[in-house]
Each structure stands twice: as structure tokens, then as C-alpha cells.
């Protein structure tokens, strides 16, 4: 079960740093993604973390998005800079152990969280 936290309201330009917290021994032998998906758009993978550390970002947030994980608090931190208002969306983490080329490529992950909103204001 994955739990994310950390969304609100901020101002065009600042940032934000949202949590998922899983439960269950498997977190560090997960990859674990941060995906977004605004009204009315597609779901989109903005950044993921391998098990082993290897990092992935959408070309929208890189530069301006680190993914970064805590295996001894089993969770996972997405921390936002430079915020846009295009990065209004609901935020979900992910969770999968297929082989990391695959799950960047595919972007399909097995386990999801609930989404936590993220809203920009211009």
C-alpha cells in the first residue's frame, strides 16, 4: 500500500516536497515513480527512481524536479522547484519490480497510491 502526502497550494515559482510511504517489506527492491495527470491530459510519468538509485525525469520538470528515496522509511520524495502553473495536476506515486529498462519504457507500474493535488497559482 502506498500513501502519498505533501500537496497544496503555491504560488508560481516556489516549491513543494510530496511523500509516499509504503507498506510491506518489498520498498527497496521497488522502482518507484511519481506520476501526474491535470484535467482533462493524459497521465504522465515525471520521474522515477530505480532500487538501486538510478534516476529518470519527463523533460517538462528536469532541472526543476529530484526523485529521491528512503529505504529505512520506506518512502519515496518527489521535491519540486521552480513550480509552474503547469504542473497543476493530481500526483500519484507508483511502485513496480519488473526490470527498471522496462518500466521506464513502458511505464507501467504494478502498485499505485492515491493522489495528493498539487495546484500552482499564477
Known amino acids: 500500500q502506498l500513501q502519498a502526502s505533501g500537496g497544496g497550494l503555491v504560488q508560481a515559482g516556489g516549491s513543494l516536497r510530496l511523500s509516499c510511504t509504503a507498506s510491506?517489506?518489498?520498498?527497496?527492491?521497488?522502482?518507484m515513480g511519481w506520476f501526474r495527470q491535470a484535467a482533462g491530459k493524459e497521465r504522465e510519468l515525471v520521474a522515477a527512481?530505480?532500487?538501486?538509485?538510478?534516476?529518470s525525469f519527463s523533460d517538462s520538470v528536469k532541472g526543476r524536479f529530484t526523485i529521491s528515496r528512503d529505504n529505512a522509511r520506506n518512502t519515496v520524495y518527489l521535491q519540486m522547484n521552480s513550480l509552474k502553473p503547469e504542473d497543476t495536476a493530481v500526483y500519484y506515486c507508483?511502485?513496480?519490480?519488473?526490470?527498471?529498462?522496462?518500466?521506464?519504457?513502458?511505464?507501467?507500474?504494478?502498485?499505485w497510491g492515491q493522489g495528493t493535488q498539487v495546484t500552482v497559482s499564477s
Open positions: 527512481i530505480s532500487s538501486g538509485g538510478r534516476l
Open positions: 510491506g517489506p518489498t520498498f527497496s527492491s521497488s522502482h
Open positions: 507508483a511502485a513496480d519490480q519488473s526490470p527498471w529498462l522496462k518500466v521506464v519504457q513502458t511505464k507501467m507500474f504494478a502498485s
